[in-house]
């Protein structure tokens, strides 16, 4: 069975700390992602990565970096968390060339609250 | 600029009736439409999704109908049951860009026995 892994379903954090979010997937998929799911907002897309060490930003990347050293693993870095990341975080993988299918396979998700 | 656009933001309907959810987006290089159904504790999966070339695709319960001129598509859900109460997003991508999707604002259903 295909899976994302997301290692934190639940942080609470305080304002001005470093918060790692980690993501593993086994599916030997290409692409990740990070995206925030807010109420009423939908999921919105923060960083993405193609392979590895490589990323691109998303609509909202302002407070975010990410960092992708290994191809089944896609971090999301808060430098220096505060309130209004408060959030559900969710991670994606998808593949890649000929395996194209526009499915997003998700984890299921990491509740930041961040005080 | 929103460019998928989801309509309503929630639904109660009764068992056994059919639930609607629309969708509009504006970029018509979209070519991959899927939705998403989300329970509360977990992640979204992927229930059904149509791409542009046909106008209708059905999955047991679950139709997706897409009005390309429109620039519309919807979910139907017949014979709507308690356990198809959940969150439902729809989506849409441009397929040489995989999986970097743009979702609607989502719709939570909520079935009553």
């Known amino acids: 069975d295909v899976k994302v892994t997301q290692s934190s379903r639940y942080l609470v954090k305080r304002t001005g700390e470093k918060v790692f979010l980690e993501c593993v997937q086994d599916m030997d998929h290409e692409n990740m992602f990070w995206y925030r799911q807010d109420p009423g907002l939908g999921l919105r897309l923060i960083y993405f990565s193609y392979d590895v060490k490589m990323k691109e930003k998303g609509d909202i990347p302002e407070g975010y970096s990410v960092s992708r050293e290994k191809k089944e693993r896609f971090s999301l870095i808060l430098e220096s968390a505060s309130t209004n990341q408060t959030s559900m975080y969710l991670c994606a993988s998808s593949p890649a060339g000929l395996a194209v299918t526009g499915e997003l396979f998700f984890g299921e998700g990491s509740r930041l609250t961040v005080l | ?113």
């Open chain 2, 1 to 113: 600029q929103q460019q998928v656009k989801q309509s309503p933001q929630s639904l109660i309907v009764q068992k056994g009736g059919i639930s609607i959810i629309n969708c509009a987006y504006e970029n018509t290089a979209f070519d991959y439409f899927p939705w998403y159904q989300q329970f509360p504790g977990k992640g979204p999966a992927l229930l059904i999704a149509i791409r542009p070339d046909v106008s209708e695709k059905k999955e047991g319960r679950f139709t997706i109908s897409f009005n390309k001129s429109a620039k519309q598509f919807s979910l139907h859900i017949m014979d709507s049951q308690p356990g198809d109460s959940a969150t439902y997003f729809c989506a849409a991508s441009i397929n040489t860009n995989a999986g970097k999707s743009t979702f609607g604002d989502g719709t939570t259903l909520t079935v009553k026995p």
